[in-house]
């Protein structure tokens, strides 16, 4: 049988963190709720316990000198910047510890708003609020460079532990672009600012457990020619990651938006795109384990466009196209290394690309030319995106999760004789689920539902000079919609056991050709083409994608794959289209599923219903040893098609039922190879053991008992 084994890496690695251990502090007390006391307290190191209810406004960053722990329990503590300083700076081979205070409102020219670390970090039960981290803003000619805002709670380029902790409307910022002049180039150059991890930016070694991160973001500022990426809004992490049993709610990462036109010593530029938005709640670059998390309601946002300040008047700048609309990748999650995401559940996230830019034609009466518009941004992977690295999927649920592209940019009227414009293209969508553009993913166990992905549209052609004879702009053709649930656009993904149930493409139309001007009238324009339809379930451009014990399951008269699909066997697809290949496989068949909702384990998930044919039809020599839930596989003579295996009852438990001979028929559900004792008893109190026995191959043990034999209650024990 083929094995399925956890990655063991981050564990060991947490473990070794935790159990490096923490010096043994001295102690001190803080009853006055005053910058002068708390740093006086601190000053010689050791624990101290803050023992009042009250705010500490901070007037400048605290610099940590030695290992402290600063402790709040039973109090309601605040320590706040006031939106105007950073809170805390950690060095290199320092300890600090905090546990139960409130940080809000730090406020840092670069990175950490709450707390800049490179040294060892402990947070145990707070709340980070309302905290930032805003980039320089760029000097013009002769500089400063602009920088980017990386961590609006904190930034940790060192080791960081987080527990029972929540993150509120966090956010970090790039500096605001402009050109700086580089002598070297003889030329205007601009700088790139993302804003990258609204709540926390990590370089070093990050340990989260049981955390909410709420309203966080991360917003690359206005943008130079350069596009600036939003990238993290709750976590930016380039270092190690651990997070378990945490909550990301309404985060969002919005990259920023592109400049007006600038005279520069070349003459004009243009309008130009805005910075892609990464990463609504993680940005990933480095390892990272996500167990037992919830991420929902988050978003990945494109900046828009530069916008033209006074297109077509008497003074303004010359003509020029739209700018291309901005991507969006990874509403939920953004990954280009190595992560590992174990149930959880990713729901109601998305990515949203920006429209393209709108054309700029000259003023009256000047030269012109035909100017088109921009093309929308594309969305991928309104759950998780992943450019390069590795990605593994266990016990996870993906549901109603959207990716929006970007529709096309309007094309402007023309003058003196010139042809009309074409309108812009609309921006794909891809992965309402998970897309992957390079390297691995290996999904096991895992279950998608309505998943959507939403194409951008193209825009209309736009007319010539009414008084010339001048032929019409064409319409921008519309966006196309690859993979409902997943889309394998580069790069390698093996899908073994995943259950895909209502996901959606919806490709977009494509603009109207302008009509052609003059006597007799210049040909129209061409209507731009619609969108493909690339799959309601998953799509395969230029990579390789491979299904094995899976069921795809799209409404009536969709389909649920594109592209050439390697079929390793035991798959079930609903559709007619025939693309399942293998002789196991089977095409046109109704899974019989139940609705999505909890049926044990940590994770929703879709029911076999009995009569399935999903059941028992799996590969018997590859499998998972347990389904989505946790139970057992396989129940019965073969493991279950898709992410759940069929119980009639949870297993440890007993049903019992009168057979036609008078005898009490009572059945215990367990697993293979357990040992388990019967007890009885005609009170609930005292109970008598009446048979052991051992779980066969089956996961179900059966007893026939007399029903006078006296005894009404049973119970089962397992050593």
């Not at 054309?359 to 030269?367: E, I, K, N, R, V």
């Not at 998780?384 to 990716?403: D, E, H, I, P």
């Not at 839930?629 to 119980?647: H, K, L, T, V």
Request: glycine share 18%; with cysteine; proline share 6%.
């Amino acid at each position: 049988m083929r094995r399925f084994l956890p990655l063991l890496v981050f564990s060991l690695l947490v473990v070794s963190l935790i159990c490096a251990g923490l010096p043994s502090f001295g102690a001190g007390v803080v009853t006055n709720a005053s910058q002068a006391d708390l740093q006086a307290a601190m000053a010689s190191g050791g624990t101290v316990d803050l023992e009042f209810n009250g705010v500490i406004w901070l007037t400048n960053a605290i610099t940590v000198a030695t290992n402290i722990v600063c402790d709040a329990s039973g109090y309601n503590v605040t320590i706040s910047g006031s939106n105007a300083v950073q809170l805390f700076i950690v060095p290199q081979s320092v300890t600090f510890v905090l546990s139960n205070l409130v940080l809000a409102d730090g406020l840092a020219s670069g990175s950490g708003g709450a707390i800049s670390n490179t040294g060892t970090v402990q947070v145990i039960g707070c709340l980070f609020t309302n905290n930032g981290a805003r980039g320089q803003q760029g000097g013009g000619q002769y500089g400063p460079v602009e920088t980017p805002g990386q961590g609006g709670a904190i930034f940790n380029a060192g080791i960081l532990l987080v527990s029972n902790a929540s993150f509120v409307t966090n956010w970090a910022e790039g500096g605001q672009g402009t050109f700086v002049y580089d002598w070297a180039e003889g030329a205007w150059m601009p700088v790139q600012n993302p804003g990258q991890g609204g709540a926390i930016f990590n370089a070093g070694a990050l340990v989260v457990t049981n955390a909410s991160f709420l309203n966080n973001w991360a917003g690359g500022a206005l943008a130079g020619l350069a596009q600036n990426p939003g990238q993290g809004g709750a976590i930016f992490n380039a270092g190690i990651l651990l997070v378990t049993n945490a909550s990301f709610l309404t985060n969002w990462a919005e990259g920023g938006n592109g400049s007006e036109p600038f005279a520069g010593p070349g003459g004009f530029t243009y309008s130009w795109s805005g910075g892609s938005g990464n990463g609504g709640a993680i940005y990933n670059t480095n390892y990272a384990l996500i167990d037992s998390c919830l991420f929902d309601a988050i978003s990945a946002i494109g900046g828009t466009f530069g916008r033209y300040p006074d297109c077509g008047g008497v003074v303004g700048p010359p003509p020029g196209p739209g700018a291309a609309g901005a991507d969006a990748s990874g509403g939920a999650i953004y990954n280009s290394s190595t992560i590992q995401i174990i149930g959880s559940i990713i729901s109601s996230n998305n990515c949203t690309a920006s429209a393209g830019g709108d054309s700029c034609a000259q003023a009256a009466d000047a030269p012109g030319s035909d100017q088109p518009g921009g093309s929308g941004g594309d969305a991928s992977g309104a759950g998780l995106f992943s450019v390069s690295g590795s990605v593994s999927l266990r016990g996870t649920t993906f549901f109603s999760n959207v990716a929006f592209g970007g529709n096309g940019g309007a094309a402007s009227a023309n003058w003196e004789s010139f042809a009309g414009a074409n309108g812009g293209g609309g921006g794909q969508a891809a992965g309402g689920g998970v897309s992957i553009g390079g390297g691995m993913l290996n999904i096991v166990n895992c279950t998608f539902v309505s998943n959507t992905i939403l194409a951008g549209m193209g825009a209309d052609g736009a007319g010539g000079d009414d008084d010339n004879d001048c032929p019409g702009g064409n319409g921008g053709n519309g966006g196309n919609g690859a993979g409902g649930a997943i889309c394998v656009w580069g790069g390698s993904a093996f899908l073994t056991n995943a259950t895909f149930v209502g996901n959606v493409s919806t490709p977009s139309g494509g603009g109207q050709g302008a009509l052609g001007s003059g006597q007799p009238p210049e040909p129209n324009g061409t209507n731009g083409l619609p969108g493909l339809d690339e799959g309601d379930t998953v799509a395969r451009g230029p990579g390789f994608l491979t299904l094995l014990n899976s069921i795809l399951s799209c409404a009536p008269g969709k389909t649920n794959a594109f592209g050439p699909i390697t079929d390793a066997g035991y798959n079930l697809n609903s559709d007619a289209s025939g693309f399942l290949t293998n002789s196991t496989s089977l095409n046109g068949v109704d899974p019989k599923l139940g609705t999505l909702g909890n049926y044990g384990g940590p994770t929703p998930t879709l029911p076999l219903l009995p009569g399935s044919i999903a059941i028992d039809h799996a590969d018997p020599a590859s499998f998972p040893p347990t389904d989505q839930r946790g139970y057992p596989r396989p129940f019965g003579s073969a493991p279950d098609i898709g992410s759940f295996e069929y119980w009639p009852y949870p297993p440890n438990s007993l049903s019992a039922s009168i057979v036609t001979n008078g005898m009490f028929d009572l059945v215990f559900w367990g697993t293979n190879g357990q040992r388990f004792t019967t007890l009885a008893s005609d009170n609930l109190s005292d109970w008598s053991p009446i048979s052991t026995n051992t779980i066969a191959s089956s996961n179900w043990f059966e007893m026939f008992l007399p029903m006078n034999d006296g005894w009404a209650f049973y119970q089962t024990i397992s050593p």
